[in-house]
């Protein structure tokens, strides 16, 4: 269990601390905060009981239009101050001694005119575009420029910068120009989101996330992991259980993991999921079960 993590959002939280971490899980991956006090507590703490922290952009929240930054964003002055901002909380955290920080990609999401946005959950409605928005050439200019940056940070700060993916548009999917990317910048990793991606592959007739999920194994070193149903319009981060079957609609845990876990990397697994919503012996069931098909 020295790959597991838990996520601590929104502020310090002993009694999630108490409840969900154990002894022996790698660490903590925290956002979201009030302010740097509850940080502070959170490193000590972590420093006083030897366990990793990482940081979910934001992790200290802000009086910004956007929840996370717009590295893509079509006009270059809001990706500067996206970028200003971000390079602020590597350094912090840097310094802070997190093994990671991390953010979406891309944001603005491009989505596909195949995504059913019924259910997909947006803070606003200037956090979308459609991808046929956004000029291919000037896309591939920007994501370059972006990889180029995020490399430079990591190099300067001696921290890992992680990019999860957020809905992923066809011109992701339709060649490989996001693993050419992580290719030549590799610095800079993937962070995969099972539960998003069974979300999508549920909303979108045109996205295969099995697929998508081999071709980002290579470079992934860190997987969000959390349950839905998007038959039974269960889009909440919900625990991944042994009852809950790829059959009736859930996610197929096993095969993002055999996936994964075959590119060889040294994979952490965040349990990103609302453990309020289970019991005690349900959360021991949650981690036993993917302990133990890490361990086939």
Known sequence: MNRFMVSMYGGFNSAKLKRDF??????????????????????NVAQEEGFAIGVHYPFIRKNSTYRDPFLIHPDVHERNKAF????????????KGAKYILTHLPKPVLVSRSLDLTNWRFSGEEEWMYEDAYPVALLKEVLEE??????????AYGIGILLEQDAIPTVFTA????????????KVKACLDIGRLHFQSGADEAFNSLQFAEKMAPFTQHVHLWDCNPSLNISGHHPVLPHLRPEDGWVDVAAYLDIIFKA???????????????????LEECYNMIYSLLNR
């Open 22 to 43: 154990r002894k022996g899980f790698y660490g903590i991956e925290a956002g979201g905060f009030p302010d740097t006090i509850q940080a502070e507590i959170l490193f």
């Open 84 to 95: 200003d901002e971000f390079e602020a909380e590597t350094e912090y955290a840097a310094k």
């Open 146 to 155: 972006v990889f180029e940056r995020l490399e430079g940070m990591a190099k």
């Open 264 to 282: 060889g990397n040294d994979i952490t697994i965040l349990f990103e999921h609302r453990s309020d919503l289970i019991s005690d012996e349900q």
């Open 175 to 186: 060649n490989d120009l996001l693993p050419r990317l992580f290719e030549k910048y590799g």
